[in-house]
């Protein structure tokens, strides 16, 4: 099983609302990631977490916040954002161990399509 | 120089044809290639990963990897129309758990 998931798949938030997008994996993977991803565009990376803790901050707004509750979920807090953050936000994860030795597949939820109006 | 280059157009195919994408990267120490696939307005889809120099064949995919060329390269063979799609090249970066991706190619295979 390959699956990560997302939700919800489509939001719509005023810049002056508190929303959150939640992701979730079972597949045991150790690292879990967060990226943006506008059209005709290759995802942007914003976030990583390994093994549930923050490892890179590709200096995202602090109007974006992760946080990774366990290593299973992942959640992205959003507050007062801009029209331009409207994009499909990726959900990934990666990071087995099989073998003894790492695996770095990366596999991707479905993305909430968010817009800010 | 970018990290991951895709720089072909869109790729125009015959249905039944082989379709070839390229992608170079310049991390020498890249030990981790993968190729996604993308419908529009869906997610990336893993299609295929290779850690050696060399083949490897999935279905009607096979990945090509040369690190001495630093290239990466994606053959569909038999094309189908529901192989149209954006393709994206990820490499992963030595020492995090980052990808960088190429900017994708889209292939159309014409019926």
Known sequence: DTEVTQTPKHLVMGMTNKKSLKCEQHMGHRAMYWYKQKAKKPPELMFVYSYEKLSI???VPSRFSPECPNSSLLNLHLHALQPEDSALYLCASSLRLAGGLPHYEQYFGPGTRLTVT | ???????????????????????TYSDRVSQSFFWYRQYSGKSPELIMSIYSNGDKEDGRFTAQLNKASQYVSLLIRDSQPSDSATYLCAVKNYGNNRLAFGKGNQVVVIP
């Open chain 2, 1 to 23: 120089q970018k990290e991951v280059e895709q720089n072909s157009g869109p790729l125009s195919v015959p249905e039944g044809a082989i379709a070839s994408l390229n992608c």
């Open chain 1, 57 to 59: 901050n590709e200096s």
